[in-house]
């Protein structure tokens, strides 16, 4: 087009894009298109003929790629139509335009039906078929004109583009239509006159004779039109195969070559036995598929059960899905009958059990039937009224699913390590291309802005195992679409504001919680050696983060932290703070704080312990750790596993890195004999933050401050006294201590209003904690009576 040397990028864009789509048939990011057609709106260099000439180039373009990516759907439409409403002369619009409008008149004739009409029928049943015959062809005449206009100008639109099959196609298809109208005209006025003699007085078969005849030239040329649409539309389909289909999946380089190799090696099986050759050991259909959630298990599973049967190993592609609460029964005897007629419905095709290792439970008590159940299925899989007649598809966590093979001898034997196959975790890259299909799937594209937000999401969501893949992108795009919908201007009469998911459409709101992490570490009381120390490690974090994104080196950060000091110092509260301080840096994903002691980590017997405590990691990542009282671990006892768990614990943090941050909290010197236990620990600690006792001038302000968040305060005397006596006895508890004497002394007041005062009470009354109510609270605690 002569424009395109007036709008420079636009040209650079157009020409970018009409390469890839010669290459490859699709665009591959059109959210730049849709950009483009949005920018012309407020382009002011250019006049309306030529933007509209701009759109239609545009529009065409991305109509084309989404003919190649998904077929003429509803979006294609869409596209095409705004390409020709902007400008009907575009020639791509048009070529496309002919190439499939006659598709959309492919069932034109699927309703043209005519009851049989017998000349044995009595009167009323020959008037209703007559009736209905008027009424058809009345109908279709009424159509045909409509579909004859819309023909010929895609016939002209052929000429237009040159493309002389198409000419043929629609002078074919114009030429029934015009033949069709002639003998639905004549069999109207026969279907008429039939009427007409039924219901006089003078009945002849010439009438009957002559709807026939007109009605067999109608559904011959009904036969015509669908021999067109079978020889144009149907001649080069074919049903895709198992291997066709997962070769289309998105990833999984490595599950595509080891299942084409199985194909094969089933094929060459199949061939070998046709020869007439015999095989003893018959390579074995049950598999063990491993993975993350979202890595396509379920999906590879439907797969194996279409190849099975397409290669006629098994009768049928049928799979039927099961979980443990489906094989699990409540009483003896009911795990046998219900593993029984799950098997027995499998017959012909494929059980898949879903998180089987959940069948096996550690530590499960004796009325738990999960291993009955695995006892069960082993069985009935040599059964000779079962065996070699279905397949067993296992899937679940890697690491679960090697403890589970361990549950019955023969499941190692029935699952041939062969026949293991494990779906690898979606790279970032392959993700997005998921996103971009999930997005297609419902009629939109992303912007260039909507896929780094995408990326975003992915690394927030990608924490620990239990990352969805595939699925938490689909909820991510799920998620976008109703952003969109929910806050959209249905006022807007273009098309691209229905069909485009932009960065905006991705927003997550983040929960407010008023003050920032670092201003409430500066509302705490005392503690100014911590806070420096804090506010100094976020700096250094941040300086490093900098320094990476100009491409300079940046020293390892040390995130790990040993927090030592008397109870009530405020070490977890600052751990909280610190977490928090550590997902707004950027550097921790979720910013949670997992408050842990030994009991959640160090089990009774042997191998429960790294399992414990791999558990609470992963519910960790992400986030912090807090270990209180960690010295705890170390214990004189020879049969004591608290050494395991440091162990274990040593290895998840070199496992995670920064992913995970734990905090170690107890007094100093214990603290230090935990340490130094195991050589790789006091290695991965590089932070210490001492955490020492409150002053009695600290003391005093934060039973203020408590009783305040109450609405309390303490009278001039209570301040004196409780100042005179945190200066001369030494507490235990510090900010602990504190509260508590503010909770007792809030009670004692309410008592002694209650007891003494019999008229109304004041503001000042109900405000007010007396030097009384503190004395009667200390000397309480000083009893232990709390």
């Not at 007409?196 to 004779?209: D, L, P």
């Not at 191998?607 to 750790?625: D, M």
């Not at 614990?649 to 941050?661: F, G, I, P, Q």
């Not at 405000?767 to 200390?778: L, N």
Request: charge should be negative; hydrophobic fraction near 35%.
């Amino acid at each position: 087009m002569n424009e395109r040397s007036l709008h420079t990028p636009l040209a650079s864009l157009l020409k970018q894009v009409e390469e890839e789509v010669g290459e490859t048939g699709t665009v591959g990011t059109r959210g730049r298109l849709i950009e483009a057609i949005a920018g012309l709106e407020n382009d002011q260099t250019l006049e309306e003929e030529a933007k509209n000439k701009w759109k239609a180039e545009l529009y065409s373009l991305l109509a084309l790629s989404r003919k190649h990516s998904s077929g003429e759907d509803s979006i294609y439409d869409s596209w095409l139509s705004e390409s020709l409403k902007a400008d009907p002369a575009n020639k791509r619009a048009n070529d496309l335009y002919a190439e499939s409008n006659w598709k959309k008149n492919a069932a034109l004739f699927d309703e043209l039906i005519f009851p049989a009409i017998r000349e044995t029928d009595n009167r009323p049943a020959k008037k209703k078929i007559a009736d209905q015959y008027i009424a058809v062809c009345r109908e279709y005449l009424n159509k045909l004109d409509d579909v004859q206009d819309e023909l010929s100008k895609s016939r002209e639109m052929s000429i237009r583009v040159i493309n002389q099959e198409l000419i043929e196609i629609y002078d074919r298809m114009i030429d029934i239509i015009e033949q069709m109208q002639e003998e639905l005209s004549s069999l109207l006025r026969a279907a008429i006159e039939y009427q007409e003699s039924i219901t006089g007085v003078f009945y002849t078969s010439a009438h009957f004779e002559n709807v026939k005849i007109h009605v067999d030239k109608v559904l011959h040329l009904k036969s015509d039109w669908e021999g067109i649409i079978q020889t144009k539309g149907q001649k080069n389909t074919k049903t895709e195969t198992a291997l066709e289909e997962l070769h289309r999946m998105i990833g999984l380089a490595g599950v595509k070559k080891k299942v084409n190799d199985y194909y094969h090696f089933l094929q060459y099986e199949k061939q070998r036995k046709a020869l007439g050759y015999k095989t003893k050991d018959e390579q074995s259909l049950n598999m063990i598929l491993t993975g993350n959630p979202g890595t396509g298990k379920t999906t590879l599973a439907r797969l194996l059960a279409k190849i099975y049967f397409e290669l006629g190993v098994l009768p049928r592609e049928n799979v039927l899905e099961v979980d443990r609460s489906q094989l699990i029964g409540a009483y003896v005897g009911q795990t046998e009958e219900n593993v029984r007629k799950i098997i027995e419905r499998s017959l012909g095709g494929v059980l898949f059990i879903d998180e089987a290792y959940s069948l096996k439970r550690s530590g499960q008590a004796g009325n738990d039937y999960g291993q009955t159940a695995i006892d069960t299925l082993v069985s009935l899989m040599t059964n000779q009224d079962y065996a070699g007649k279905f397949a067993v598809i296992l899937a679940g966590y890697p690491d679960e699913m090697r403890q589970f093979l361990d549950a019955n001898p023969g499941l190692r034997s029935r699952f041939p390590s062969a026949n293991h196959i494990h779906l690898p975790d979606y790279s970032t890259e392959e993700l997005l291309q998921i996103a971009e299909k999930t997005a297609e799937d419902n009629d939109y594209i992303l912007t260039q802005e909507a896929l780094q937000a995408i990326e975003t999401a992915i690394d927030k969501e990608r924490v620990d195992d239990t990352f969805g893949n595939a699925r938490t992108v689909r909820s991510i795009i799920t998620e976008a679409i109703f952003n969109k919908g929910s806050h959209a201007d249905l006022s807007k009469t273009e098309t691209f504001p229905f069909t485009l998911l932009e960065g905006k459409d991705f927003g997550r709101e983040e929960e407010v919680n008023g003050r920032s992490p670092v201003e409430r570490l500066d509302d705490l009381v005392g503690l100014e050696d911590i806070k420096k120390e804090v506010k100094t490690l976020k700096s250094f974090v941040y300086m490093q983060q900098i320094r990476r994104e100009k491409g300079l080196p940046s020293i390892p950060i040390q995130l790990h932290a040993v927090f030592t000091g008397n109870p009530g110092t405020g070490k977890t509260t600052v751990a909280k703070i610190y977490s928090e301080i550590l997902k707004e840096c950027g550097i921790l994903k979720r910013g949670h704080l997992v408050i842990t002691s030994r009991a959640d980590f160090v089990a009774g017997y042997v191998g429960q312990t790294a399992i414990k405590t791999k558990k609470k990691i992963r519910e960790s990542l992400g986030g912090v750790l807090f270990i209180d009282e960690a010295y705890s671990f170390i214990s004189q006892s020879g049969g004591d596993f608290g050494k395991e768990a440091v162990d274990t614990l040593v290895d998840e943090m070199t496992r995670h890195k920064e992913n995970l941050v734990v905090v170690l909290a107890g007094y100093t010197n214990e603290m230090n004999n935990l340490l130094e236990s195991n050589p790789g620990l006091r290695s991965r600690f590089k932070k210490y933050f001492h955490f020492p006792d409150y002053t009695a001038a600290e003391m005093l302000e934060i039973m203020e401050r408590y009783g305040e968040s109450y609405q309390y305060s303490l009278d001039g005397e209570a301040k004196a006294w409780l100042k005179a006596y945190l200066e001369k006895q030494r507490v235990k508890g510090n900010g602990r201590y504190a509260t508590n004497v503010i909770n007792e002394a809030i009670q004692h007041q309410a008592f002694r209003l209650m007891e003494h005062t019999t008229e109304m009470l004041n503001d000042i009354d109900l405000f007010e904690i007396q030097m009384e109510d503190v004395q009667a609270a200390v000397e309480k605690l000083e009893r232990g009576e709390f």
